[in-house]
T-cell receptor
Framework: GQQVMQIPQYQHVQEGEDFTTYCNSS?????IQWYKQRPGGHPVFLIQ?????EVKKQKRLTFQFGEAKKNSSLHITATQTTDVGTYFC??????????????FGQGTILTVHP | NAGVTQTPKFRVLKTGQSMTLLCAQD?????MYWYRQDPGMGLRLIHY???????AKGEVPDGYNVSRLKKQNFLLGLESAAPSQTSVYFC??????????FGPGTRLTVL
């Protein structure tokens, strides 16, 4: 089946350090979405990227979509303890009409040490 | 607005028992989804619905059935629970192919 490879699986940082998670696909993506899930919580939508080379920022978070639309990254500058959680990328289901169906990456679990 | 709600929040079943998980949304979304989340495997789509009265299979549909009799509700059924179905189940809804809004989840343990 389709796979979205997300790395790293775990990342431990000291508060104030930067953090990056990467999402790679073997196929060209129509768009990619990013979600955050706090420990014990549910996934919450962060952003959707659609255009080749697109870069979007949300305060300390920077999202990029690769020029070939096969990879994406989420970068957090100067992490805070509130950034703790699992970050997922998700791509549209391939093979026919997606109907909004998503294939999720395995997620990157971020821990921040104060 | 409550968004997406799920009932129950926790449940313990014995192998072979049946149960129904209820998902409700008040955002008038056409699309609804059921996922399961297991450690290290992200979220996997079980079934989905693109409108009232319609359902379709996702990535891991075996052992589950769904119904969408009303636009705001999406039910997930387990007819004969197995230990392999121990998981956290999330329901989500969306307006067309856009951001998905997730419910708080149901933690199911099958003994």
């Amino acid at each position: 089946g389709q796979q979205v490879m997300q790395i790293p699986q775990y990342q431990h940082v000291q508060e104030g350090e930067d953090f990056t998670t990467y999402c790679n696909s073997s196929t060209t993506l129509s768009n990619i979405q990013w979600y955050k899930q706090r420990p014990g919580g549910h996934p919450v939508f962060l952003i959707q990227l659609v255009k080749s080379g697109e870069v979007k920022k949300q305060k300390r978070l920077t999202f990029q979509f690769g020029e070939a639309k096969k990879n994406s990254s989420l970068h957090i500058t100067a992490t805070q303890t509130t950034d703790v959680g699992t970050y997922f990328c998700a791509q549209d289901w391939l093979g026919g009409t997606s109907y909004g169906k998503l294939t999720f990456g395995q997620g990157t679990i971020l821990t921040v040490h104060p | 607005n409550a968004g997406v709600t799920q009932t129950p929040k926790f449940r313990v079943l014995k192998t072979g028992q049946s149960m129904t998980l209820l998902c409700a949304q008040d955002m008038n979304h056409e699309y609804m989804y059921w996922y399961r989340q297991d450690p290290g495997m992200g979220l996997r789509l079980i079934h989905y619905s693109v409108g009232e009265g319609t359902t379709a299979k996702g990535e891991v549909p075996d052992g589950y059935n769904v119904s969408r009799l009303k636009k705001q509700n999406f039910l997930l059924g387990l007819e004969s629970a197995a230990p392999s179905q121990t998981s956290v189940y999330f329901c989500a809804s969306s307006y067309r192919a856009s951001e998905q809004f997730f419910g708080p989840g149901t933690r199911l343990t099958v003994l």
